[in-house]
Nanobody, 115 residues
Framework: VQLVESGGGLAQPGGSLRLSCAAS????????MKWFRQAPGKERELVAS????????YYADSVKGRFAISRENIKNQVSLQMNKLKAEDTAVYYC?????????WGQGTQVTVSS
C-alpha cells in the first residue's frame, strides 16, 4: 500500500490549490479516504473525509465551505480542492486510508499560505 500526495506549494491568501493523493496497492473506491494536516507545533487534525460511494463527506469547521474532497476512482486517487486559502491553512497535508484496521499515510505535501 502506498499513498503519494502532490500539489502543495506556496499560495497567497485568498488563493487556491488542489492536492492529489495517488494510491497504489489497493483500490481507493473500496475505502473511506481522509485528508489530515499538521501545522508546526500542533497536533495532526482531520480536515476532510469521503465515504466509499462519495455521497457522504465530512469537513472540519475551519475549512467548511472552502475545501472540497472528491474521488477520482478511474485514476485511483482522491483530491482536495482548497479555495479561499488563509494563513492558518499552512501545514503539511497528509492523505490517509484505514485498511483492515491499519492506518496508511502518505509522506505529506507542504502547503504554505503567505503574501
Amino acid at each position: 500500500v502506498q499513498l503519494v500526495e502532490s500539489g502543495g506549494g506556496l499560495a497567497q491568501p485568498g488563493g487556491s490549490l488542489r492536492l492529489s493523493c495517488a494510491a497504489s496497492g489497493f483500490t481507493v473506491s473500496l475505502y473511506a479516504m481522509k485528508w489530515f494536516r499538521q501545522a508546526p507545533g500542533k497536533e495532526r487534525e482531520l480536515v476532510a473525509s469521503i465515504s466509499t460511494d462519495g455521497h457522504t463527506t465530512y469537513y472540519a469547521d475551519s475549512v467548511k465551505g472552502r475545501f472540497a474532497i472528491s474521488r477520482e476512482n478511474i485514476k485511483n486517487q482522491v483530491s482536495l480542492q482548497m479555495n479561499k486559502l488563509k494563513a492558518e491553512d499552512t501545514a503539511v497535508y497528509y492523505c490517509n486510508a484505514l485498511i483492515v484496521n491499519t492506518p496508511y499515510w502518505g509522506q505529506g505535501t507542504q502547503v504554505t499560505v503567505s503574501s
